[in-house]
């Protein structure tokens, strides 16, 4: 007999979740805001309780996945979660994890990052991070692996949505970077989807494994000078970036940040070092 959970939220992607454990063999309950959202889970043995009480009652794993944080404390509010271990996936910051982990207290607490868009939920490339108790993690570990490849991070509750925000940051600036290059391809009228096959992808591939370089120049605080693509080169070259852009009639509000900061780095005497010293100049910001 599989352990019992609940799941809290029946969106895209609470809908996906629960789906996950019924394929898996976990019976589960369902409760959603508004009735009768997601009827395929009926079908697949799901049971739907008839209140957000009455679905936390139902199962020691609460799997919660909402909007945003606000609408957890909205739909729990005067809940009994004692005895519960709650699982909440709803999208927040370090800080919201870390109040909403002070809001159970009488419940174990896990606040969780899915990397994931909800057709992967269940397959190879999902994966989740999890953070608070770790006995709390371990005993629901297999459950939890009916959904994604779980990522435990850490006992501090917000450390999960920092390695999700930070994940979900970098996403959102690649795009923002690949949307741009599409806006210059396509003012011209040239095919996206040939210009995205056979350029954008093995071009931007090929770029990422930079990273690992500047990641150990982070760890271990060496900073030998870059290889063969210093910043003083890049910040002279960027200009011309913003230049196309605004030829070609595109704007260039997503590219400029980049290039004020590479020539900050630049007045300020690390031209001859790599993108490691932009990452410290962020970090010193605040
Ligand atoms: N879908 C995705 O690609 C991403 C992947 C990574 C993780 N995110 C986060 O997952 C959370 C849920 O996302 P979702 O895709 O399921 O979102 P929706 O389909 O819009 O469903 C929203 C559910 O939230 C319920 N809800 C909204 N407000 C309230 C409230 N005040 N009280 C109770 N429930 C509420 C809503 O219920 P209803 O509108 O059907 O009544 C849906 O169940 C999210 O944090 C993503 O960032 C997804």
């Not at 394929?23 to 369902?30: E, F, L, V, Y």
Request: with cysteine; glycine share 10%.
């Amino acid at each position: 007999m599989k352990q019992p959970v609940t799941v809290l939220g029946l969106g895209a992607m609470g809908a996906a979740l629960a789906r996950a454990f019924l394929d898996a063999g976990h019976p589960t309950t369902i409760w959603n805001r508004t009735p009768g959202r997601a009827p395929e889970l009926d079908q697949l043995g799901a049971v739907r309780a008839d209140s957000v009480g009455q679905a936390v009652a139902a199962s020691p794993l609460v799997v919660v996945c909402l909007l945003v944080d606000a609408t957890v404390h909205q739909a729990l509010d005067g809940v009994d979660v004692r005895g519960r271990t709650i699982v909440n996936l709803t999208n927040g910051t370090p800080e919201q994890a870390r109040a909403t982990a002070e809001r159970f207290a009488g419940a174990r607490y896990l606040d969780g990052g899915i990397m994931a868009v909800p057709e992967m939920i269940g397959g190879p490339a999902a994966f989740i991070f999890y953070s608070g108790p770790e006995a709390a993690f371990e005993e629901h570990r297999d459950a939890l692996s009916a959904l994604a490849r779980p990522a435990y991070v850490g006992a501090d509750p917000g450390l999960a949505a920092l390695y999700d925000i930070a994940l979900l940051s970098a996403m959102y600036g690649m795009f923002g970077g690949a949307e741009h290059a599409l806006a210059l391809i396509t003012s011209e009228r040239i095919p996206a989807s040939a210009f995205t096959a056979d350029f954008l992808l093995p071009w931007l591939t090929a770029m990422l494994g930079s990273l690992p370089q500047i990641a150990d120049t982070l760890d271990n605080g060496a900073a030998p000078g870059a290889a063969g693509s210093n910043l003083a080169m890049q910040a002279a070259a960027y200009d011309n970036l913003i230049d196309a852009a605004l030829a070609q009639g595109v704007d260039p509000m997503l590219l400029r940040p980049m290039g004020d900061l590479m020539k900050r780095a630049v007045a300020e005497g690390h031209g001859d070092e790599d993108s490691a010293v932009t990452v410290r100049l962020l970090s010193s910001a605040s």
